[in-house]
Nanobody, 125 residues
């Protein structure tokens, strides 16, 4: 069973930075494609970034150049470094795992099997 726990959310001013972490169980990062999604109030969950187990990355256009997804396999931790934050980045951020034992990048939420509980990010203007 894969367990994912996010942390690092909070309140930040526009233009600031935050780093989200997602602690995973066992060998999750070496077996699964990992992703970050977010859900703003009143909106559907949307894709943010993904990293395959061989290190390929892909970003939503809205965060490209500002956010960076990475992993530390020794710590079993997934990260999302968020810079130049905007009020429209305000959302609950979720990490997810999917595509076990493949090398694909995944951008659809339905392709992910395991989800964390989410961490809230609020960006003030």
């Amino acid at each position: 069973q894969v367990q994912l726990v996010e942390s690092g959310g909070g309140l930040v001013q526009a233009g600031g930075s935050l780093r989200l972490s997602c602690d995973s169980s066992g060998r999750t990062l070496s077996r699964y494609t990992m992703g970050w999604f977010r859900q703003a109030p009143g909106k559907e969950r949307e894709f943010v970034a993904t990293i395959s187990r061989v290190g390929s990355t892909y970003y939503a256009d809205s965060v490209k150049g500002r956010f960076t997804i990475s992993t530390d396999n020794a710590k079993n931790t997934l990260y999302l470094q968020m810079n130049s934050l905007k009020p429209e980045d305000t959302a609950v951020y979720y990490c997810a795992a999917g595509g076990v034992d493949t090398r694909v990048i995944l951008t659809r939420s339905r392709d992910y099997s395991y989800w964390g509980q989410g961490t809230r990010v609020t960006v003030s203007s």
